[in-house]
Every structure is written in structure tokens, then in C-alpha cells.
């Protein structure tokens, strides 16, 4: 297996990146891109839509197509563009805000659909760009800057979200398994229909720091400890889930996508 | 420049149907080339997503009906920037709820077009009810600062030509074009008579030629607006939301943002001459002038005819394009007549208020508005000079 | 009354009567004759009930204002529209209405069948329209008779088709 390095995607003179020391970003990039090279993705084939936040800026770093969007509707935008040309591989990259909290409602729909895209949704629990600020995922009790004495909410959970919307692919990882989300990436890469990969990833400047883990190594640690290999975490009781999550493949099935499902109605209508 | 609005009721030979006006609109846009449409349903409008749903699928197009017009206008512009000519059909409550992404297709210059069937508001309002009070929506209803088309119908043969007119706008000029008709025009049902294919001018983006390694998105031609590729395609590409420099990329340089801000507003103004569209009923000798757009043109047409016949010179100024505004037919004229007079279905004298900006203050400008949710009648009009 | 240039209908009742169809259908039949024709209507939100109103503008010339403002024939379905519009009988406008559902009235102009119930007893309600339209349009001659029976051939087929024709049969044989 040669060593892919994704840097045929990515634009030149733009490292470092802008992210802050310990953001799971970069590593997600890193590993998408990987992911793009492994499969023999063409940048001309290559579609990444961003929103808006610490994520929504990675397309600054690509050489691929891209399209920039606004807060919550990347994959409102994505669905317009696979839909009308099915052969792009469309890669639609959020955060947790962008994705399930002022989006969620596109999200749902979108998994619903079954919409040949593959969503990669980095959760650090917070709004990382605009100060740290509490979001769908803070997990209850937690501390972000409005939220001062503890998160009355609680937490969606994404990967279940998209499971009962109906997404065909669902995986979960954090920065710290960096080989394991590019071979998840890439399997949602591959799936026909809406695919998900969720990365929890560290926020020490925000959320750690807000939360008692303002060093890097500390918000790995709690990942690493927190996550289990999904078939280790199911056999656990209710009572120990609580004090984790799964990672890895939790959801792989063949539902019919948009767009197959389209063309098979238009041949119906055709043929009248 | 729109060979179907000058030849009128021209339609010997061809099946004259009696069509609705959301029907004509429908049916511009596929004559225009759309083949994708993605909406959600509201009353007025939701005859253009049930005819684009049953058409698309036998034009090879795509129907999306999404889960809001958030997300309707953003797979719009989606579409688009995959290579399709899109659309979207509202009215006034989608239409708020589409503003910000509609700034994204100006920013993007991302070809599209947006129907807004105007209702009776505020808010839900009188849902089935006509009204023209989204006209400063129209121009000023996205945030940040920034120009746009918007057109506005008075008959059914012109919900045709002006939504094939507003593509044309769309693709040539890279911006998002709306179409405003008030619920009476796009319910109404006229004679109707299809064009042939090719009869009417239909007008494509144009696209990028040389390396496409060299290719960038922002960088404008002579006549101020810059070729565009298709996703897909081997000029890859980068549109963003966010201020961005000829490339793409992002680039917060103050010289960029200005550059890019006032090249934005430019092509509008460099092409403001093809772009602004009004149409004159016996103006040559007028003393009373009628200034009108969409369903009180009409009324206004039969005010005047019904004024002559009592002696009164009167004449109708029709604007169909409402944005940019039609500050220069409105001063030409204005300046040969005694009076003016601007009907229009809402309260605040939208229209009235730009005339007046174009007039000055001390013009005496004699409004007639209606927000009941019921049509101006010609009488109502008249009554403004007896 | 003999034939004019220039017709303006009201067809008026409540939701689910079908009269905005009615008027695109005498609309069309109008359109097959070579004329122009606009149809507007004005309906609340609900799709059954309340006061539901169709025009139509029958013209050789161009048709300006949309709006009927000079009626020659109004149908009246209910005795919420018959009441609207009783009063325009006096200054000479032929009224029809439906003795079903709206109380008898005396006077020149006002002719009373009851519509629904015939349409009801031929075992169809929703051919009320056709069969008002068909009495009308023999009393009243906006369209021809045949123009609004190619306009149902095209609209309807088999068992709806046959129906239709023989509501707008009855209607005729009405006047």
C-alpha cells in the first residue's frame, strides 16, 4: 500500500493552517484527503462544500471545487449540486453548529433523502470561531462562555440522529485514530447514499479551557478514554454507556439513494 | 431585446391556450432552459413547483421540493454552480426566509432565478390575497450592500417573456434575478400562445476558454462580467460566501473588498440601459401621468382610456423592471405631465417613494393604495383628478 | 338577448362547487372561438366552504382591466352569493341561481333552477357547474354550446365524459 499524502488537493503556500494548536481540523483534513487519494478521486470530480465556523474554512486549503456557504446550509447547497449532476463527489464539511444545530433541520432531510453525500461533521462541543459558545453537542452540565454555570440543555447525539433519519452510513472517530478516519472516510466515501463521519475533536482553546482541559493532551486523553470501538462499547450496560461513546462503523446499509430512486420515476414518467 | 414582449397578441397560426400566470412562468422557464427547480409549496405560488414537477422529469431536469425555501434557494444555487439553469418559486414569507442565501448567488454572481408571488402581509397575512409590498424587499431585503434585478408582470404573455428575460438577465450577468408578479397576475388566467423554440431569445452563461489552470471565476470581461464554469468541469473552481479575491479564495485585503463590492454593483450600472425594461400607453400628449407595474397597470391602462374619453390626456407609464429603478423614463416623462400618479397595492407608497426620490421632494405626487387584500379598480384611480 | 362583443361573467358560490373550473372551462370554450379571454377568481384559505368567486371576460378586443366590473350574467350557487348580488337583477343583469340552496326570489332577470339537485338526481353533484354553465350559456349567448362540449371532450374521459355532456344536456334543456 503506497503512502497517500492528499497534497495533490491541496493549495499551495497555505500551510500552516489557521487553526489552533490541538484542533482535531486539520487531522480530519489530513485524513480526508488521504481518503480522496486512495480512491483515485480527480480534483475536477471533487466537490467540497463548506458552512460557516472553524471548519467551514477548510476549503481555503483545497484545490478541489469548492463552494463556501452560510451558516447551517451547506448541505441544502451540496443536495443541489449532486442532484443535478450525480457523478461529483460531493463532500459536505461542518461543525457541530453549522451541522445539527442551526442546521439540523437540513441535516435530518438530507439523511432522510438519502442523498449521495458524504458528510464529515467535526463536534468540539462549542462555537469555536465566534468565542466558545454552548451548541447543540455540549454535553449537559458542561461549561462554554454562556453557559457559566453549566448547560441546562441536553446533547443531540449526531450519529443517532442520522441513523433514525436515515442516513446509509454512520461512523464516528476522534483525531486521536487518525489512520482509522481515513479508512472511515473512505468507506463513506464509497457508499452510495448519505454518509456521515462524525469527529469528536478538542477545542483546548474553548471548550478545554472552559471545562478543565485547557491542554491538547488533556482533550485527547478524555476522547481516548470516553471512546470505545463500537462492538467493546455495546457490550457495556446502559449505566457504563453513559460515561462513553462508540467510535468507529455504527450504522452500513444499501437503502436506495436519491437520485437512483429519481431516475427510476423519471423512467416511469417517460415511458407514459 | 425581447422580440415576444414587442409582438404582443400576435399569435395567428399557433394553439392559443387560456393559461394561468404561474403557469406561463413555469413554462418560461423551461423555454429558457431551466432544469432544475427546487422550492417549497406557499400559497400564491405553488402551481409553478406542481407544473415543474411533473415537467422536469420529462425534460431531463431535476424537481427538488426541499424542506424549506432556506434550503430551496441553496440547492438552487447549487444546481446552478453544477452547470443547470435553476429556480425557485415563493412568496412572501419564503421569500424573507431565502434573503441571506439570495446574497450568496450576488456575492457567488451565481446565475438564478427567484419567483416571488406577492401576497397581502404583514407576516402570514392574507395568504390568498394580492399585494405589492415586497417591492423594496425586492432591492433591499438582504443584508450588506448590494444590487439586484427584479422584474414584474402585468399580463400572462408577460409572466412568460419575463421570466425567459430573467434567465437571460441570470446567465448574462451572473446574478440572481427575481420575478415579482402580485398574486392577481399570476392567478389570472389569458390567452396564451407558446412561442416556437428559437423565436425568443435565450442567452447562456458564457463559459471559460484557455488553460484552466489560468481560469478565475472573478475576473470580470469587458462588458464587467467574468465566464463561468460548472462544477464537474476541468476549470475547477471556488465560489464563496464570504469576501473573497479574484480567485475565490479568501481575502480580506480592504483593496479586494472594495474591488470586488463595486464590481458587483457595476455590471448592474454598466448594463442598467438593456437591463431596465418600462413600456408607455399613449404618453406623447399626457398631462396626467399613471406610473404602474404588475396588476395595477392594468387598472391604470383602463383609467386612462375611461380619463380621454372624458377629455383628460391621460397615459400610463408601466415599469417592468422595478429594480434597478427606472429613475430616467420616470424623470423624462414626468417633466411633460401635470400630474402624477402612482397606484400600487400596499400602504406605504413603495414605488411612490422612489418616484418621488427621482422627482424631488416638492413634487406633488398623488398616490392611490390599496392593502386590503382587494385589486385597485380604475375608478379608484380616476378619483384622484376629479 | 343577442350576441355581444364583449361578456363579463360572475360565477359566485362557495368552495368545492367547482366554479373557478366552470370559469376556465367557459373561458376555454371562448378561446376556441378565437376570443380573448381573462379568468380571475378570489377564494379564502379553505378549499370547501366560504364565499368562492370566479370572473371571466369574454372579448374580441384586448381585455384591460382584469376585473369584472360590468357584469352581464351572474351565476349565484348559494344564498350567501345570491344575496350578494340580487340587487344588480334591478339594472338589468341576468342573474342565475340555484333553487337548492338559496331562497326563491321574484323579479325580472332572476332565474332560479335548482341546479344542484338535478345534477344530484343524475348521480353526480360536482356536475353542478357543467349543468349551470350549459343552462346559461342557451339562455345567454357567451360561447356556443358545442365550444364548451369540445372543451369537456378534452377535459374528461369515459364514465366523466359522458356524465359531463349529459349535465351540460340537461342545463340546456332548461331554458
Known sequence: MSHATGVRYLKEGMLPHMWCSGCGIGVMLGAMLRAFEELGYRNADTVVVTGIGCTGKADDYLVTHALHTTHGRALAYATGIKAFNPKLHVVVLMGDGDSVTIGGNHFIHAARRNIDLTAIIINNFNYGMTGGQVSATTPGGRYTSTTSWGNPERDFDICALAEVAGANYVARETPYHGWEMKELIKEALNKKGFSLVEVFSPCPTHFGKNNEMRQTREMLDWLKEKGLPVEQYRKLSVAEQENHFAIGKLVDRDATDFNTRYEEIRARATAL | ?386 | MGKKERYEIILAGSGGQGLVLAGIMLGEAAVLEGRNVVQTQSYGIASRGGLSLAEVIIDREEIIYQQVQEPDIILALTEEALEKYAALAEKGVRIFYDTTLAKPRAGENLTGYPFTKIASDLGNVASVNILSLGAMTAAVPMVKTESLAGVIRKRFQGKALEMNLEALRKGVELI
Open chain 2, 1 to 386: 431585446m425581447n422580440e415576444l414582449f414587442k409582438k404582443g397578441r400576435e399569435t395567428l397560426g399557433r394553439e392559443v391556450r387560456l393559461i394561468q400566470g404561474n403557469q406561463a412562468m413555469s413554462e418560461g422557464a423551461i423555454y429558457a432552459g431551466a432544469r432544475f427547480f427546487a422550492g417549497y409549496p406557499i400559497t400564491p405560488s405553488s402551481e409553478i413547483a406542481e407544473d415543474c414537477s411533473k415537467v422536469m422529469l420529462k425534460v431531463g431536469g431535476v424537481y427538488m421540493q426541499m424542506e424549506d425555501e432556506i434550503a430551496s434557494i441553496a440547492a438552487v444555487i447549487g444546481a446552478s454552480l453544477a452547470g443547470a439553469k435553476a429556480f425557485t418559486a415563493t412568496s412572501g414569507p419564503g421569500f424573507s426566509l431565502m434573503q441571506e442565501n439570495l446574497g450568496v448567488a450576488v456575492m457567488g454572481e451565481v446565475p438564478c432565478v427567484v419567483i416571488n408571488v406577492q401576497r397581502r402581509g404583514p407576516s402570514t397575512g392574507l395568504s390568498t390575497k394580492p399585494a405589492q409590498g415586497d417591492i423594496m424587499q425586492l432591492r433591499w431585503g438582504r443584508h450588506g450592500d448590494q444590487s439586484v434585478i427584479a422584474l414584474c408582470p402585468a399580463t400572462v404573455s408577460e409572466c412568460f417573456a419575463m421570466t425567459v428575460t430573467a434567465f437571460n438577465f441570470a446567465e448574462k450577468f451572473r446574478v440572481p434575478v427575481i420575478v415579482a408578479p402580485d398574486e392577481i397576475v399570476a392567478h389570472m388566467r389569458e390567452t396564451f400562445s407558446l412561442p416556437e423554440p428559437g423565436e425568443v431569445e435565450v442567452i447562456d452563461r458564457k463559459k471559460p476558454s484557455g488553460s484552466p489552470k489560468d481560469y478565475k471565476p472573478f475576473v470580470a470581461d469587458a462588458d464587467g462580467v467574468a465566464p463561468l464554469a460548472a462544477y464537474g468541469s476541468e476549470y475547477v473552481f471556488h465560489v464563496s460566501s464570504s469576501m473573497h479575491g479574484p480567485d475565490g479564495y479568501s481575502n480580506n485585503d480592504p483593496a479586494n473588498a472594495a474591488w470586488r463590492v463595486a464590481q458587483l454593483h457595476r455590471k448592474i450600472e454598466m448594463h442598467r440601459d438593456e437591463i431596465v425594461i418600462t413600456k408607455n400607453f399613449a404618453t406623447e400628449d399626457a398631462d396626467v401621468l399613471m406610473i404602474a407595474f404588475g396588476a395595477t397597470t392594468r387598472a391604470s391602462r383602463a383609467a386612462a382610456l375611461e380619463l380621454r374619453k372624458q377629455g383628460i390626456k391621460a397615459g400610463v407609464l408601466q415599469l417592468i423592471t422595478l429594480w434597478p429603478f427606472a429613475d430616467r423614463e420616470v424623470a423624462t416623462l414626468a417633466d411633460k405631465v401635470k400630474t402624477v400618479i402612482v397606484p400600487e397595492m400596499n400602504y406605504s407608497g413603495q414605488v411612490a417613494g422612489e418616484v418621488q426620490r427621482v422627482l424631488g421632494s416638492g413634487a406633488d405626487i398623488r398616490r392611490v393604495n390599496s392593502y386590503n387584500g382587494e385589486v385597485i379598480t380604475p375608478q379608484e384611480i380616476r378619483r384622484v383628478i376629479s
